[in-house]
């Protein structure tokens, strides 16, 4: 079952892994090995994980790289469905 307007990933890294450790996100981009743009770009939804993104939280964090994985592929696949009737598709099979 999907959930209904699922969080970006970046809100859950700001919430359940920076805040309750009093991480910035200058000192968290550099434990992850990225720049302070890049995770920026993450946490505020305005660009997604990527799957080496997803290793590196998972490294960093104690997670999978599967949960990050799937949190994004939750996110963007709600926000598509949204658009799913002004698709111009034609049923190929029965």
Same mark, same amino acid.
């Given at each position: +079952?999907? +959930? =209904? !307007?699922?969080? =970006?990933? $970046?809100?859950?890294?700001?919430? #359940?892994?920076?805040?309750?450790?009093? #991480? @910035?996100? @200058?000192?968290?981009?550099? $434990? #992850?090995?990225?720049? &302070?743009? @890049? #995770?920026?770009?993450?946490? !505020?939804? &305005?660009?997604?994980?990527?799957?080496? +993104? *997803?290793? &590196?939280?998972?490294?960093?964090? !104690? @997670?999978?790289?599967?949960?990050?994985?799937?949190?994004?592929?939750?996110?963007?696949?709600?926000?598509?469905?949204?658009? &799913?009737? *002004?698709?111009?598709?034609?049923?190929?099979? *029965?």
């Amino acid at each position: +079952m999907r +959930m =209904h !307007n699922p969080p =970006h990933p $970046g809100e859950i890294i700001k919430s #359940l892994c920076l805040e309750p450790v009093g #991480l @910035t996100v @200058t000192e968290a981009a550099k $434990g #992850l090995g990225v720049s &302070r743009k @890049t #995770l920026s770009a993450i946490l !505020n939804g &305005r660009s997604g994980i990527s799957p080496e +993104m *997803a290793i &590196r939280l998972s490294i960093a964090f !104690n @997670t999978s790289a599967e949960s990050w994985l799937s949190q994004q592929v939750q996110y963007d696949l709600w926000h598509a469905e949204q658009g &799913r009737k *002004a698709l111009k598709v034609i049923k190929l099979a *029965a």
